[in-house]
C-alpha cells in the first residue's frame, strides 16, 4: 500500500508541470461547455440534456469546413492563425444554429403549455438521441481526424516541461472567448436582460424584457461557446458522432463544481477538474479515469449542490 | 410584429417545410467515412419514383409532402375543435365501458389468453426468438421502470444497471463468471431467479439511497453516470466478470423434480411461456402495489413532496422502494435473457438500452401499466419488423434517430402517452392550469 | 420542559445566506390553547412554522417538542417526517393538496402515514394489510364527517372551492394523529361565510379533538375572536406578546403595523 503511494506519488512529482498545463487546456475546454449548461440553467432552471450534441455538432461542423478549406496543403504561419479562427468561427456558428433549433424544437412548445419539469427532460433527451444518431448516420460511425492545422511542436518551458503549441492555443482562444462572455454578460443591455430573467423571469417580463427573446439568446451564446469548444477538442481527440457525451458529462460536474447558474463558478469548476481528472492519471489506470471525474461529480451533488460559488447569475456577477 | 415572416401562416409553412427536411434526411441514404457529405446530399438529391409516375428527386417529393402538411396543419387550426369535439362524442361510450372495471379485468384475461395461444400462430424463427428476446423480456423491462418513472416520478437513466445486475447474478451463481459461485455450487438458473432479483434490489437500495436525495434532473444524470460506471466495470473487470468479451456457457433452465425432467433448450417457445407467467405476476402485484398506500404515497410524493413530508412520509424512504421493486423485474429480465442466450456481454448495457427502455414507458403512459406493456409491445413489435424486413437503406441503428424522435413528439402532442393513468393525465392538465406543485417538487425551488 | 408545554422555542436564529429570516426568537405553546403569530408580511411567520416542522434548520438555537408522555426532542436536526410522527401537523399558505387524487385519498395517506409498511404485505394484500386499510378507511370517514365534507368524498381535490381545500387540509393534518395543529393563514382567500364556519371548525378541532392550535393569519377579526394568546413577530423578532387585549393596546405593535402599512386596519 505505502509502496503504491510512493510510486504514484514518484510520478505525480516528476509529471507535475506536463499534468497540470495539459490539465489547464482540457478545463479550458471544460470551462466553455460548463457556460452552456449555466446559462441554459439560469433562465429555465433546468439542465439542457442536448448540450452534448450541440458540442458534437460544432465539431463536425469545424471539422468539415476545415478539411475543405485545407485540401492537402501544409498550413503554417499565418496560415495556420486563419485556420484556427475559421474552426472556432464555424464550430461556433454550427453549436449555436443547433442549440437554438433545440430550444425551437424541444423546449419552447412545452414553456406554451406550462409543462413540469420532467417532460423538458424527457423532451431534451429524445433531442440529444435524435441528433447524435442522425449524425452517426449521416457521416458514419467512424471516428474522423483533423487535418494538420499546425505544428504541435513545444513553443516555451515552464519549470522543465515544455508546453506545446496545442495548450497555447486552447489558452488563447478560451481566454478570449471566456473574457468577452463575461463582458457581455456584465455589461450590454442583453447581458443585462440574461441576468434579469435568471433572477426572476415575472418580474423581468412585467420591466419589458422579452423572455422568449433572452431565452434564445442564452441557448445562442451558450451553443457558440460550446460549438467552439469542440473545434479546440477536436483537433486532438478527433470527431465522432457520439463524441459529446463524455465531455459534456464533465462540463455538467464542473458547472455544478463551480456553482450551477454562476458563469465564473463555471470557469473555475472546469480548470479545476481539469486539472484534477490530468493529475488522477497517476494514480488511476487509464480506463477508470471517467470514473474519477464522475465520483467528483455525485459527491459535489450529495455534500455541496451549489458548488464552489454558489448559484448567482441572477446576483450581480 | 407585422413583418412577414411572423405571420403565423408563412410560420407554420416555414415549420413544415423544415419538419419534411428532417425526415427527408432521416429516411434518406446514409453516409460514410469515405463520402461523410453522401447521406445529406444523398437525402435531398436521389431520384425516388413519383407515385410510380415519374422519377423526381427526393427534395421535390418532400416539397409535395411538405405542403400537404401545411394543409392538413391550417385545417386543423380551423376545423380541429369540431373534429375533436365529434370524435369525443363517438368515443364518450367505448371510454366509459373501457373504464369499468370488469371490463378492463376481462381484456387483461382476454390478452393473456391470446399471449399464451400466440406460439402457434408463430412459426417463424425470427419471430419466435423475438417473443422472447425483444418483446416479452422488454415488457417485463417496461413494468419495472414504470415503477420508478411512473409511479414515483423520478427520472432514472440508468436503469439498465438493474438489467446488468440480473444478468451476471446469473452467470454468477450457474458457475460462468471467472468469479466462482458462493459455495463453488453450479446451480440451475431457476435458483438463480431469487438471487438475481434480491441482488437487483440491493443494488437499487445501494444506488438509490445515496442518489435519491437529488432533485429529479441532478438525479437523471447521476443514474446516467452510475450506468456508464457499470459497464466500464462490466468491461473492464476481466478477472471477475469476463471483461469485454463476456462470458458463455450459461445453462438453460431445467427442472428436475423427482420423475419429472424438463430441461428449456434452445427453443424459444418454452423461454416465451416461462416470460409471460412472469409478466403476468409482475403486472398483478404492480397494480396492487399502485392501489396500496405505497402507491398512494408515491403519487404524494410525486405532486408535493413538501406536503407529504408533513404527513410523516418519509420521501427517501418510498423513492428508494420504488428503485427497489422497479430493480425487481429488470434483475428478473436479466436472468430470462442470460439463460436463454446462454451469455453476458458488457456491450448490451449501455445508455442506448435505458433510453430505449424509457421511450417504451414514455410512449405507453407514464405511471399506467397497461400502457407500459403496450408500449413495450408496439415498439419492440414495429423496431424487431425494421430489422426483419428493412426499408431500403434502413440500418438497425436508425431506430435510435425514431425512438429520440418520438420522445419529443409524445412531449409536445401527448405527454400522458397513449394509454394514460388516471391520476397522470390529470396531474400534467392541472400543472398547464397552473394548479398542483409537481413543477416545484421536480426543480426543488426549496431552499 | 414539563408536559404543559407542546414547543418550547429558545433563541432561535434562522439565516439564508445572509439574510436573517428569524432573529433570536423565543416562544412558549402551551398544551391545549389556541396560539396566534402575527405580523407584517415578511416577518418571519412562515419561516417560523417551516423551522417548527423540520423543514428550515435554524443555524442558533433550541426547539423542543414534548410528546405529551413525559418525553422532549428536539426539532432542529429532525426531518419533517420525524417530526409529523412526534404529533405535528400542519396545513399551508396556499393550500398543497394532491390535486389529482380525491378528498377521500388525500385524507387517507395522512391517515396511514404513520402506520407500518411491509412491500410484500402490500402486493399480497395480507390479512393484516386488509386491517389496516380498513382502519384507515374508517378513520377517513370519520374525519370528512368531523369536517363537513362527506359528501364531496369522490371529488378530485382540485376542484374544491377554496373554504373546502382548508378543510380539506385540516382534515389530512389530523388524520396523522396529531397533538398540535399548525395553521398557516387558514383563511386566506375564504369569503366571509366561509370564514366564519372556519373559525367554528377550528374552535371544534381543539375542543373535540383535543389538539392545540398554532395559527398565523393576517384577517384580524378573526385572530382576535380566535386565540387566546399571541405573538407578534416583527422584522424576524418577537416585539410582543400577551392577550388579545394586551396586543391591541402594545404600542410596538400599533407602531409595527402602522409603520409599515398606511392603514390602520390589519389586514
Known amino acids: 500500500m505505502i509502496n503504491y503511494f510512493t510510486s504514484h506519488f514518484d510520478t505525480l512529482r516528476l509529471e507535475f508541470w506536463p499534468l497540470l498545463v495539459g490539465g489547464l487546456a482540457s478545463g479550458f475546454i471544460y470551462a466553455m461547455v460548463a457556460i452552456g449548461y449555466t446559462l441554459v440553467y439560469g433562465v429555465l432552471r433546468l439542465i439542457n440534456f442536448a448540450h452534448s450534441e450541440i458540442f458534437m455538432s460544432g465539431g463536425f461542423a469545424s471539422y468539415f469546413v476545415i478539411r475543405a478549406v485545407i485540401g492537402t496543403s501544409q498550413p503554417s504561419g499565418l496560415e495556420s492563425i486563419l485556420l484556427i479562427g475559421l474552426g472556432v468561427v464555424s464550430g461556433g456558428a454550427a453549436g449555436a444554429l443547433v ?34 444518431n442522425l449524425a452517426g448516420k449521416e457521416f458514419g460511425r467512424y471516428l474522423y481526424a483533423y487535418p494538420t492545422i499546425f505544428v504541435n511542436h513545444p513553443v516555451f518551458t515552464i519549470f522543465g516541461a515544455g508546453v ?12 478570449i472567448m471566456l473574457i468577452t462572455l463575461d463582458r457581455v454578460v456584465a455589461k450590454s443591455k442583453l447581458g443585462r436582460s440574461v441576468r434579469a430573467v435568471a433572477q426572476d423571469a415575472e418580474t423581468a417580463s412585467l420591466m419589458g424584457v422579452n423572455i422568449d427573446r433572452t431565452i434564445v439568446v442564452t441557448f445562442l ?80 451533488l450529495l455534500f455541496r449542490p451549489t458548488g464552489i460559488l454558489g448559484e448567482r447569475l441572477g446576483r450581480s456577477a | 410584429m407585422s413583418r412577414w415572416w411572423r405571420r403565423p401562416s408563412v410560420v407554420r409553412l416555414a415549420s413544415s417545410v423544415s419538419v419534411m427536411a428532417a425526415v427527408e434526411l432521416v429516411t434518406g441514404p446514409p453516409g460514410s467515412n469515405a463520402a461523410p457529405m453522401a447521406g445529406v446530399s444523398g437525402s435531398f438529391a436521389e431520384k425516388v419514383s413519383f407515385f410510380g409516375l415519374f422519377a423526381s428527386p427526393r427534395w421535390s417529393v418532400f416539397l409535395v409532402y411538405a405542403l400537404v402538411l401545411y394543409g392538413v396543419w391550417s385545417l386543423w387550426l380551423h376545423r380541429g375543435r369540431q373534429i375533436r369535439n365529434a370524435a369525443s362524442v363517438v368515443l364518450a361510450r367505448p371510454r366509459n365501458i373501457a373504464q369499468r372495471g370488469t ?80 459455495f463453488g455450487v453450479h446451480l440451475n438458473p431457476f435458483f438463480a431467479i431469487p438471487i438475481a432479483i434480491a441482488l437487483a434490489m440491493l443494488a437499487g437500495v445501494l444506488l438509490g439511497t445515496p442518489t435519491l436525495r ?34 458463455g456457457q450459461i445453462p438453460h433452465f431445467s427442472i428436475h423434480l423427482a420423475s419429472i425432467k424438463y430441461v428449456w433448450g434452445l427453443a424459444p417457445v418454452p423461454y416465451y411461456y416461462l416470460t409471460l407467467a412472469f409478466v403476468v405476476l409482475f403486472v398483478i402485484a404492480f397494480s396492487l402495489l399502485e392501489h396500496s398506500r405505497i402507491g398512494r404515497a408515491w403519487t404524494a410524493i410525486r405532486e408535493d413532496e413538501v406536503a407529504a413530508e408533513s404527513l410523516g412520509i418519509n420521501p427517501l ?13 429488470a434483475g428478473f429480465a436479466g436472468v430470462v435473457t442470460a439463460a436463454q442466450t446462454n451469455f453476458v456481454n458488457p456491450s448490451v448495457f449501455t445508455l442506448y438500452f435505458s433510453i430505449n427502455i424509457l421511450v417504451l414507458v414514455i410512449f405507453g403512459g407514464m405511471g399506467s401499466i397497461s400502457g407500459a406493456v403496450l408500449g413495450a409491445i408496439v415498439i419492440q413489435t414495429v423496431s424487431m419488423y425494421l430489422i426483419h424486413t428493412p426499408p431500403a437503406g434502413y440500418q438497425p441503428q436508425d431506430l435510435y434517430i425514431y425512438l429520440g424522435a418520438l420522445l419529443i413528439v409524445m412531449m409536445i402532442f401527448r405527454p400522458s402517452g397513449l394509454l394514460p393513468s388516471k391520476r397522470r393525465r390529470r396531474e400534467i392538465g392541472l400543472a398547464e392550469a397552473g394548479e398542483g406543485h409537481m413543477d416545484e417538487v421536480l426543480t426543488g425551488d426549496t431552499p | 420542559m414539563s408536559d404543559d408545554l407542546i414547543f418550547s422555542v429558545k433563541n432561535v436564529t434562522l439565516r439564508f445566506g445572509g439574510v436573517v429570516s428569524l432573529n433570536d426568537v423565543s416562544l412558549e405553546m402551551r398544551r391545549g390553547e389556541i396560539l396566534a403569530v402575527i405580523g407584517p408580511n415578511g416577518a418571519g411567520k412562515t419561516s417560523l412554522f417551516n423551522s417548527l416542522t423540520g423543514v428550515y434548520q435554524p443555524q442558533e438555537g433550541q426547539i423542543l417538542l414534548s410528546d405529551g408522555h413525559g418525553k422532549t426532542v428536539s426539532v432542529i436536526g429532525r426531518k419533517a417526517h420525524r417530526v409529523s410522527a412526534m404529533g405535528v401537523a400542519r396545513t399551508f399558505q396556499a393550500s398543497r393538496m394532491f390535486s389529482a387524487l380525491t378528498t377521500f385519498e388525500n385524507i387517507k395517506i395522512g391517515a396511514e402515514s404513520h402506520k407500518g409498511i411491509g412491500i410484500l404485505g402490500a402486493m399480497l394484500r395480507g390479512p393484516r394489510t386488509r386491517r389496516g386499510e380498513h382502519d384507515s378507511d374508517a378513520r377517513t370517514i370519520e374525519l370528512l364527517d368531523f369536517v363537513g365534507l362527506r359528501d364531496k368524498a369522490n371529488v378530485i381535490s382540485s376542484s374544491l372551492s377554496y373554504g373546502d381545500r382548508r378543510r380539506l387540509e385540516i382534515a389530512r393534518g389530523l388524520a396523522t394523529g ?44 378573526l385572530v382576535m ?5 399571541l405573538y407578534v413577530l416583527n422584522f424576524g423578532s418577537v416585539i410582543a406578546q400577551g392577550t388579545p387585549e394586551e396586543i391591541r393596546s402594545n404600542d410596538a405593535v400599533i407602531e409595527a403595523y402602522l409603520g409599515s402599512t398606511t392603514t390602520t386596519e390589519g389586514k
Not at chain 2, 218 to 245: D, K, Q
Open chain 1, 99 to 132: 442549440a437554438v433549433l433545440v430550444e425551437r424544437v424541444a423546449y419552447r412548445p412545452l414553456r406554451r403549455r406550462k409543462a413540469p419539469a420532467l417532460a423538458y427532460l424527457i423532451s431534451a433527451i429524445g433531442a440529444s438521441y435524435f441528433l447524435f
Open chain 1, 164 to 175: 506545446q503549441m496545442y495548450y497555447v492555443v486552447v489558452a488563447i482562444a478560451g481566454v
Open chain 1, 221 to 300: 451564446i451558450g451553443g457558440a461557446l460550446g460549438g467552439a469548444a469542440a473545434f479546440l477538442y477536436g483537433i486532438t481527440s478527433g470527431v465522432i458522432y457520439t463524441m459529446g457525451f463524455t465531455p459534456a458529462l464533465k462540463a455538467f460536474t464542473a458547472a455544478v463544481l463551480g456553482g450551477i447558474g454562476n458563469i465564473r463558478g463555471a470557469v473555475l469548476g472546469g480548470l479545476l477538474l481539469g486539472v484534477v481528472e490530468s493529475l488522477s492519471v497517476a494514480f488511476v489506470q487509464g480506463s477508470y479515469i471517467d470514473v474519477a471525474a464522475f465520483t467528483v461529480l455525485v459527491l459535489v
Open chain 2, 103 to 182: 371490463i378492463r379485468w376481462s381484456a387483461a384475461v382476454v390478452l393473456v389468453v391470446v399471449a399464451a395461444l400466440l406460439p402457434h400462430f408463430v412459426s417463424d424463427p425470427f419471430w419466435q426468438t423475438a417473443m422472447v428476446e425483444q418483446i416479452a423480456v422488454y415488457v417485463l423491462l417496461a413494468l419495472g421502470l414504470n415503477v420508478v418513472v411512473g409511479f414515483a416520478g423520478l427520472l432514472d437513466l440508468g436503469f439498465v444497471a438493474f438489467y446488468a445486475v440480473g444478468a451476471y447474478a446469473t452467470a454468477w451463481v450457474t458457475g460462468a463468471l471467472p468469479l466462482p459461485p458462493l
Open chain 2, 214 to 247: 437529488l432533485r429529479g434532473d441532478y438525479l437523471a444524470i447521476v443514474t446516467l453516470g452510475f450506468g456508464e460506471i457499470i459497464f466500464l466495470f462490466a468491461n473492464n473487470l476481466n478477472g471477475i466478470t469476463g471483461g469485454s468479451a463476456g462470458t
Open chain 2, 317 to 329: 424512504k418510498f423513492k428508494v422502494m420504488a428503485f427497489a421493486i422497479g430493480a425487481a423485474s
Open chain 3, 178 to 221: 396529531p397533538q398540535v395543529l399548525l395553521l398557516d393563514e387558514p383563511a386566506a382567500g375564504t369569503n366571509p361565510t366561509e370564514k366564519l364556519e372556519l373559525t367554528e371548525l377550528i374552535r371544534k378541532v381543539r375542543d373535540v379533538m383535543g389538539v392545540s392550535i398554532l395559527l398565523i393569519e393576517h384577517d384580524m377579526k
Open chain 3, 225 to 229: 375572536s380566535l386565540a387566546e394568546r
